[in-house]
């Protein structure tokens, strides 16, 4: 495809002896490379060098192939649209595995096969699976590759679209390769095929792939195999597969935290700084609260990360965050110029990528949200024919649009530091229509991750499956922890035990969905989230007042900066209301949940739900 001539001198043609042309001198790279492409037999090997030329070239030839669709250049500059097969839309979790040697070191959150019989099958799957393609090679490394420890990967695939995606979410190609080889560094070796081979002659579709799916994580050998999808979770595997699913495995081992996680940068109208992180499951609020737009006077936010946090105690026992990702990968409906213009203004910088939007006939595109009003005529993800009466959306619900980080004004110079940031309090949240208050202060630590561990949250489109179905979500990780998840509470639980305890972030439990009587939202969300995240500093601070209940401190009525909002104090006691019989039905749903754990749930946890009991018996 684009040496056809030999003219890039960073693309080589198959090469499977490791002789001279070898296009690395990293030996482990350079086999592993030799065995896949053997076992999947691509046409071509390319190696992916991350320039700009490159990048050209590359979605040059999506566009000619129907793939990727080139937006107008006046208002969405190097932009393209990519509408996926209908039914490969979303992650697909009854399809992800974690095969262990032993099956109870998957734990029960994640499907689990012998990892012998799971080779088996997947070397069946990828025996040819890349005919008449090309096989990219995409070294990448995730966070910085200054940091002490660089966190690499190589990613195989042979989905072009998936290149340009990865070349936007994370560092990619030869400075990685050179810093790999170098350090002759251990590389998480990722394999992905869409599972579309191309018979001789035989004509590619715009969106290849397989109606059999499998993403495949073998934590002993740290390695990833994903079969059959070419959807950004299932598919960019730096991300979801390795910075959490991966890396959560080697932060149990290394002792550090690998969590889905926002990191924020909020100062103060007194200019003081503090670093807050946040935990929702997929389509929850993290990209729009990472990106917050105050509507309180005299705060400031200043974006460090959107999804993936990667968290250790430092030298003061203090805990430190990183943004592993170079990327946004954001939910496209809801992100409007009315709720997340930081979002919007990035996203206007162009060099992005859309996926299951809509387009609109100047050749731009449009979600639900994106607008108050929509357009009097769209083309639809689906490529029909639009108008506002079609009586369905016209983007996807779990629509995407992939854009570089550094496209945010309000990115935060820390972010580019490989140190990462001092965390002074961690959110956790999820979707409730009932039951959990806008905001509650966990007492201590170990009651905050007791309201880690308990998280729930409803269903969303970001996953194959009903939407809707309120689920326990431990730290938003139900998804992405690696192992058993009762060992990975432990592992909270036991690292910070050796930390500095004066310095442990507070812990806080969020609800932006709770909804009032008459069923709209009990709170305005969005930019108005900063006048929860000013109670939470202020509580740091000691200056805001609170009302202690069973679960923890609410705020009082009147210490939510209501200024500027049609909201009354009385209000805030709607949103911040514990329930007692909301909260009954809510305790056997824990109890149901930690039944669910087993040998490994750790006492203290145990013995937290009991006080918990204790206290709302007591009230
Ligand atoms: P992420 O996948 O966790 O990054 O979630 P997003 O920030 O992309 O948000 C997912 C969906 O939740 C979008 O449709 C948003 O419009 C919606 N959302 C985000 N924050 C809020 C909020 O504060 N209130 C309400 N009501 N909706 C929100
Ligand atoms: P998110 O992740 O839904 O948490 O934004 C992307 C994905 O895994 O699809
Ligand atoms: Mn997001």
Redesign the pocket.
Known sequence: VLDENGENAASQPLDTTGGAAAPTTHQALLSWVNEVAELTQPDRVYWVNGSVEENRLLTDELVDAGTLVRLNPETFPNSFAAFSDPKDVARVEEQTFICSEKREDAGFTNNWMDPGEMRAKLDGLFAGSMRGRTMYVVPFVMGHLAAEDPKFGVEITDSAYVVASMRIMANIGTDVLRKMEELDAFFVPALHSVGFPLAEGEDDVPWPCSDEKWIVHFPEDRSIWSYGSGYGGNALLGKKCYALRIASIMARDEGWLAEHM?ILKLTSPEQKDYYVSAA????????????LDPTIDGWKVETLG??ITWMRFGKEGELRAVNPEAGLF???????WS??PN?MRAIAKGNSIFTNVALTDDGGVWW??MTDEAPAHLTDWLGQEWTPDAGHPAAH?NSRFCTPIDQIDMLADEYHSPNGVPVSAILFGG?RKTTVPLVTEARDWASGIFMGSTLSSET?A?AAGQVGLVRRDPM?MLPFIGYDAGDYLRHWIELSGKANQEKLPKIFLVN??RRTADGG?A????G??ARVLKWVIERLEGTADAVETPIGFVPTGDSIDLTGLDMTPADVEQAVRVDPQEWATELDAIDEWYERFGATLPQELKDRLAELKDRFAAA
């Open positions: 926002l929702f499951p997929s389509a929850c609020g993290k990209t729009n609260l990472a990106l959107d999804d954001g939910v496209a409906p809801g992100t409007g709720t997340n979002a639900e949200g619900p979707r969303t970001a938003a932006w969905f939202f709170w305005p969300g969005f108005d989230n």
